[in-house]
């Protein structure tokens, strides 16, 4: 019998905690704490129990002039203001068209579930504490103007705009569709995953014992803005890409890790050692398609990673600057760019200067210039590294021609007119060369080495070529024809 009762008494308190149970629902525009703005003039105390509802509805502005527990519910499809101090036990859900801002002299705390809804907009003018699980959908939009710290998990798909100083001190999830902008101050001091993309226009810090892991993300460090991976801290480009616009800076300080094995798009600056591990990409890229990429530190290019030139002219070539040592191995790969192709044999590429140099690279991908007579040749030297383009089939010379009488003007070698007088002083000037075919001609003065000295289009039948700024020595004079060509030895004395 006694047991009965005391069954019969659990049971009517449990039905009475059931009905105690309500729903609010705030309809007017004005403060939380007048009656007359909430549906039949029922509303909440500033203790929001467990298992209530309150809902604040569409086109309703409800101004929370007073401090709040929630351990209930809380829904918003209107408009919110925080004027005080708001404790959330329970569960938030700022709803699709919900727009919450916080006064600058408000402190929101979350201490169970967060819920920004797709279509909604949550502003932060002073200061927002998560202890608990926090979740900015797709389409959503968290704006930070002041301070936001986080004990626990983050979980963003939508939009974080932070204008203030954001900390992160647990997991920070940001996912495919996540988009989180900062221009002010961003410290990670526990651990990010980037799916999604992270664009810093100021200071990105992952500090001490920090984990930053990019994966299938996007991170871009903005023109002027640094990212700084602190003593001990970890920087994980494991599946994504990481763009360094021009005048941005990555600082890799002592002790901490920096691993790239995806895209490391750059055009700014690095301090710090670098190692592009067996996957990594490095692309010295700015939006001009040309960047100039400086590492302050040593480079090591592991095998199986790849390091992407690209040449737009004579003059733009990606370049990388490296202060330290640099060793290289794996997959140097260059593309040309607007159309542009190397014509001169002997032209070179500076694409990397470097400290001291070590290594080579272990494979070549090279664009095909065959059809300017030309080949690939690359040149390691102790401070830096060149690409030549380089005549693809040696100089043919032919015998030795001595010409010094103008009478023999008009002789020819293969039928192709010769130049004269040969040898030749390097004080009597000029070398001459007539009997050529206005507009059909061109003449190519080259070194033993194949370097091109200068190149002639003619627009007569005649040419004189100065030789007093030329060194004394042999010379190869090419001469092209209607297609042929010969090709004569010069002496100068």
Known sequence: MLFQKTCTLLFFVALSLTVQAKTFTFTGLGDYSTASNWLNAEKPTADINSGDVVIIQSGATCTFDQNVNLNGEL?????????????????????????????????????????????????????FHNYDRFYNSANANFFVKDYFYSYFEVHNSGFINNEGAFFNFNALQNYGSGVISNTHIFSNESRINNYGKIVNKSIFKNEQNGTFINIDGTFQNQSGATFNNDESAIFNQSLGNF???????????????FICNDNFIASGTFNGDFELTSGGQLRPESDNFIGDFVINGSYTQDDGSSMFVDIASDKEIDLIHITGDATFGGTLEVKLFDGYVPKIPGTTYTISKVGTLSGQFSNLVLPDISANNLVWAIEYL???????????????VNNFA???????????INNMP????????????????????????????????????????????AIEIPVSQ????????????????ATQKIMVF
């Open 75 to 127: 829904r918003n499809y209107g408009t919110i203001f925080i004027d005080a101090y708001f404790y959330n036990k329970g569960y938030f859900y700022n709803e699709n068209g919900g727009v919450v801002t916080m006064d600058n002299s408000a402190s929101f705390r979350n201490h169970l579930f967060f819920y920004n809804q797709t279509g909604a907009e949550f502003t932060v003018s002073n200061t």
């Open 418 to 461: 010769i130049a004269f007088p040969n040898p030749i002083q390097k004080h009597n000037g000029t070398l001459t060369l007539t009997g050529l075919e206005k507009g059909s001609a061109s003449v190519r003065l080259f070194n033993t080495m194949g370097e091109l000295i200068n190149h002639y289009e003619l627009g007569t039948d």
């Open 470 to 485: 030329l060194a004394t020595g042999v010379y190869h004079l090419e001469i092209n024809q209607n297609g042929a060509i």
């Open 382 to 396: 102790e401070t830096e590294v060149n690409l030549i383009a380089k005549a693809a089939i040696p100089i043919q």
């Open 243 to 257: 763009i360094a616009e021009k005048n941005s800076n990555f600082n890799n300080l002592l002790q901490s890790i």
């Open 402 to 412: 001595v010409i010094q009488d103008a009478s023999k003007v008009n002789s020819t």
